[in-house]
């Protein structure tokens, strides 16, 4: 994994207002951004030992990594569109 550093370049600054705008929370207290990448199979593990809990937090975590990943795929093509991207 690797981390993007606050306002590293403008597609990370426009991804990380969004998240701002979206969580109401300013972007000088969020974390920098984190990259992860799992092979076939692989999943992040959660730690919770409360079983009801843990699935909150899974389906939580599900909606807004889905959002997050909708959000950054808008993102790429609007760079792409723009000539900034691979391609």
Same mark, same amino acid.
């Given at each position: %994994?690797?981390?993007? /550093? =606050? ?6 600054? =426009?991804?990380?207002? /969004? ?6 929370? +300013?972007? *000088? ?6 990259? &992860? !990448?799992? #092979?076939?199979?692989? @999943?992040?593990?959660?730690?919770? /030992?409360? +079983?009801? $809990? #843990?699935? !909150?937090?899974?389906? &939580? !975590? !599900? *909606? ?6 909708? @959000?950054?795929?808008?993102? %790429?093509?609007?760079?792409? $569109?723009? %000539?900034? #991207? +691979?391609?």
């Amino acid at each position: %994994g690797t981390f993007l /550093k =606050r306002y590293q370049d403008a597609v990370v600054e =426009r991804v990380e207002n /969004k998240v701002a705008a979206w969580t109401q929370v +300013p972007v *000088s207290h969020q974390e920098d951004i984190q990259v &992860l !990448r799992y #092979g076939i199979g692989q @999943m992040h593990a959660d730690t919770l /030992k409360d +079983p009801v $809990a #843990g699935v !909150r937090v899974r389906q &939580l !975590r !599900r *909606s807004c990594w889905e959002a997050v990943g909708k @959000m950054l795929q808008e993102e %790429g093509e609007r760079t792409e $569109a723009a %000539g900034n #991207g +691979p391609g």
